[in-house]
């Protein structure tokens, strides 16, 4: 039996800008594998009947049973009795690598490898284990230890903080999930910057948020009109936001910006949920990261209104699992409350170990400058070599480059790069409403030599996307002149 079923609408709306210039029943085999890939449609899912997709995309049934038929044919779905055409759990892709395999390179994940110091702070912990082994272990709430040097990193950063407000988390994921539990409820509205982090707006849905999205530009930044009327109009009960090295697209807000969210939600009352998981890596930003919530005038009711979640994951190590949430006073009881029915707390060891990172902070983050700053220098020189009709906006900091790529061909490419053994989220992946065809997001956390490499697959790979993207009677005419 199918876990669930997709309707005709859902998976149109999914779909986004799928037409292209392939035959028809291709292109949206290929849209709908991408969909499979980037997990967008989870394993288990029911597709649409054949004859509702075709009268939903006016297209005659013989060409999405011809689309089915291919995705049957590629491993990706199965015909199931009762059930229909239900989406595989791991098809046997013969020329689609999947995460993980040798000699393929991932790029869908952004995140840079462990800080080299980081197995002797694992043997210093260790050894002192004796003296923490004796505790309960269940730590809903975080090490006092832990939580005062979180709590002193954001008063020195000018945000005076209580380790009282801080909670420790298994990474900022879990944090994300505890605030939306406590705050979001059942068919709520919450605001969401468009591209954003696809596991964020995943936890969101799931809560059975409604998801209104603010786009973000990686140039030009937030849409501040839009954000405006979305705070205003659909009375959001949080607004979900990256404000420095937005993920995906690297934008960091002016402290204009900051002031102009953290007061519209506050008068729209809203919680902003400000997600400072990349903020910390700084490579040439021309001006000093603050905390989110710093300098404005400290009016009590817009702090207040103010949630932080942060992480060791991409500073130190995405698998030490080390968050926290920095919230008001009033709101960590509920926050703890909340936690038990998710998870039992925040494992000792690593809560050991998170103490011992922060004691080397600084040292650890001029090596992530140095390391992110290789990985951005050499894709964007490999990039301006081999794809100069890309975009590729400037990045001071963060994971990742927004690529655009001048056409809406996004998923066409990831497709054709998975099988010449590049993994790729496609633009659409990061969408909130579909769209984002156009960008590609390529991260450059990897090491130098894997990005170069990347970035060959990407420019082999270009031609053939590329001229999927054309319209239809250009392509026939560059084939007939
Ligand atoms: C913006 C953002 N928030 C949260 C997370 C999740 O972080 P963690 O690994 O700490 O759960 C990530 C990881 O990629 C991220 O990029």
Partial sequence: MADSRLSSRALVQLLGEWRD???????????????????????????PAE?????????????????????????????????GSVVRAVGPIADVPEPGDEDTIDLHRASPAAWPGLSALFVEAASDAARWVGRSGYDLVGAVKLRTAIADRYTARGLPTDPDQIIVTTGAQSAISLVTDVIVRR?????????????????????????????????????????????????????YLMPDFQNPTGATMSEHTRRTFAESAADAGAIVLADETTADLNIDRPFESLPFGFGFGLDPAVQRSIVTIGSLGKTVWGGLRIGWIRADL??????????PRRELGTPELEQQVAILAFERLPEILLQRAQLLREGRDTLVRALSERLPEWTVPTAHGGVSLWVGLGAPVSSPLALA????????????????????????????????????RAVEILAEAWPEARDRGR???????AAVV
């Fill in 51 to 83: 004859r509702d997709l075709a009268a939903r995309l006016e297209l005659s049934r013989t060409t999405v049973a011809a689309a089915y038929r291919d995705l049957r044919e590629s491993g990706h779905i199965a015909s199931l009795r009762g059930s």
């Fill in 330 to 339: 009033d709101l960590v009881p509920r926050l703890i409350a909340a936690r």
């Fill in 471 to 477: 319209p239809v009677t250009e392509t026939v005419l």
């Fill in 417 to 452: 790069v998975r099988s010449r053994g590049l993994i790729l989220s496609s633009g659409p992946r990061f969408g909130v409403d579909g769209g984002h065809e156009r960008h590609l997001r390529v991260p450059f956390t990897a090491p130098p030599a894997e990005l170069t």
């Fill in 187 to 239: 068919g709520d509205r919450v605001a969401i910057e468009t591209p954003t982090y696809p596991h964020a707006a995943d936890a969101l849905r799931e809560a059975d948020a409604r998801l209104v999205a603010i786009p973000v530009d990686a140039e030009y930044g937030w849409d501040l009109e839009r954000a405006d009327h979305v705070l205003r109009r659909a009375a959001p009960s949080l607004a």
């Fill in 21 to 47: 210039s392939a035959p028809a029943y291709r292109g949206l085999a290929d849209a709908v594998r991408m969909l499979c890939l980037d997990r967008r449609i989870a394993p288990g899912t029911a597709l």
